[in-house]
């Protein structure tokens, strides 16, 4: 399973970083403990992995995670999705999912990027299998959530 998140320039990531000393600077700064953090979404892309596997109790070595849709000569965040769509068959992966946490609807960025452009890539590369997850879209679940959200949020105010 490969869960590949929207991507952003990687001086976006140290612009956010209130430490101004952690966020890719230290190595695997996503991994270790830090008031940046807060306000990192790298590390927050990781955590929002961390608790869809837990959760789904998906074992290590079955997923990865990526960073889709960069623009420019900058360094956006790492890996590229695409980098890693085409690698994967050498390494013996031949049976894909792919989920794009980031999104809670489908946008036409991801379906041609990832369920379009990503699949030829997979499969020209050697996979056998590839498939999209869909995002929540209008899940009754996701609808009673998000209305909820609304409801304690007005409740807040």
């Not at 953090?37 to 997923?63: D, G, M, S, W």
């Not at 498939?131 to 009673?144: G, M, Q, S, T």
Request: aromatic share 8%; net charge positive; proline share 6%.
């Amino acid at each position: 399973m490969l869960f590949s998140f929207h991507g952003v320039p990687e001086r976006q990531i140290r612009k956010s970083d209130p430490t101004g000393q952690h966020c890719l600077t230290v190595e695997k700064c996503c991994e270790s403990t830090s008031p940046a953090h807060a306000t990192c979404y790298r590390a927050q892309c990781f955590k929002t992995v961390a608790a869809l596997v837990k959760a789904a109790n998906i074992p290590k070595e079955k997923y990865s995670v990526s960073f889709q849709s960069r623009l420019g000569r900058t360094p956006w965040l790492r890996p590229y999705t695409d980098h890693q769509l085409q690698a994967f068959p050498s390494r013996g992966i031949n049976d894909l999912l792919v989920i794009c946490p980031a999104f809670v609807a489908d946008c036409l960025e991801t379906l041609e990027e990832i369920g379009l452009r990503g699949r030829e890539t997979f499969l020209r590369a050697g996979g056998k299998r590839f498939a999209l997850i869909p995002c929540l879209n209008e899940h009754p679940l996701w609808i009673e959530a998000l209305e909820k959200m609304v409801r304690d949020f007005l409740d807040d105010a």
